[in-house]
């Protein structure tokens, strides 16, 4: 099992920045994708970002491309993601996923693993 704990959220004005984190525990030698995901009330799951274990090509959605970059700390099992020019379109709570599967998937069905997510709150 993997364990995953996020943090980093909060209430920021439309322009403004935040740093989500998530650090991993468990079996993480098992996981090869770490991605970001969130869910808008009332909104399906939807996918922001993801990163290979391996050295390989990260995968943004076309929403956030330019302003959200995500990166891992290895020695630290953690992964943020750096969210700048923040909407109010982006909010949403943010949920840290692992999947075993080496393929940068960008749906949440073939990650394996789910953290309880932070709410991130853009204000107009």
């Known amino acids: 099992q993997v364990q995953l704990v996020e943090s980093g959220g909060g209430l920021v004005q439309a322009g403004g920045s935040l740093r989500l984190s998530c650090v991993s525990s468990?079996?993480?030698?098992?996981?090869?994708?770490m991605g970001w995901f969130r869910q808008a009330p009332a909104k399906e799951r939807e996918f922001v970002a993801a990163i290979p274990r391996s050295a390989g090509t990260t995968n943004y959605a076309d929403s956030v491309k330019g302003r959200f970059t995500i990166s891992r700390d290895p020695t630290e099992n953690t992964v943020y993601l750096q969210m700048n020019s923040l909407d109010p379109e982006d909010t949403a709570v943010y949920y840290c996923?692992?999947?075993?599967?080496?393929?940068?998937?960008?749906?949440?069905?073939?990650?394996?693993?789910w953290g309880r997510g932070t709410q991130v709150t853009v204000s107009s």
């Open positions: 996923a692992a999947r075993r599967g080496t393929v940068v998937a960008t749906t949440p069905t073939p990650y394996d693993y």
């Open positions: 468990g079996r993480t030698s098992s996981v090869n994708v």
